[in-house]
């Protein structure tokens, strides 16, 4: 699929078959997302697949109870490794490492839209909650939730802004 085509299409999906996805496709979608750029390369960015259905309940819980996480057959938790940027950058690290993992989110979405599947960008969850249920460290912190499934809705384009409202040249 070409870039363009594939950013254009892509929607959030919150409707899920009950189809699993084999390992092969997982691999393919997190080697994407790893391909996604690095501040100074230092990947401040992990991921936590979810699988299990006692956990996949809880994050549902931990996210204002937003039932269709749970029906994806794959979750993945993008966690800001702020300790591995700011092992280089300080203070400044911690901004980078939530762009490392936003910039590897995106690259997901858009890996799994080439491959037929389906992806929605959930970041209104409890921190801490999710924290306790995924045993994440500290010096980390989740950036979204991202269920990954086969679609079972094809989501029409939301409305956009006019672009000419957003564009500023030389200075705001």
Request: charged letters at 20%; a positive charge.
């Amino acid at each position: 699929m070409e870039t363009i085509r594939a950013i254009n299409e892509r929607r959030s999906i919150r409707k899920f078959r009950s189809i699993d996805i084999g390992e092969n496709i997982l691999s393919i979608l997190l080697n994407a997302a790893q391909m996604a750029p690095s501040a100074g390369n230092m990947q401040g960015r992990d991921y936590i697949i979810v699988t299990d259905k006692e956990i996949k309940q809880q994050l549902v819980k931990a996210a204002s109870n937003q039932k269709f996480i749970n029906q994806a057959p794959v979750i993945i938790v993008f966690v800001a490794n702020i300790e591995r940027s700011s092992s280089r950058y300080g203070r400044r690290g911690i901004l980078y490492a939530i762009q490392d993992a936003s910039s590897s989110v995106n690259n997901l979405m858009l890996a799994a839209h080439d491959l037929g599947l389906g992806t929605c960008w959930v970041g209104a969850f409890d921190e801490d909650s999710v924290k306790a249920i995924l045993k994440i460290p500290i010096g980390l912190k989740p950036v979204a939730i991202i269920p990954v499934g086969y679609p079972d809705e094809i989501p029409i384009a939301p409305q956009r802004l006019d672009l000419e409202k957003l564009l500023h040249w030389q200075t705001w």
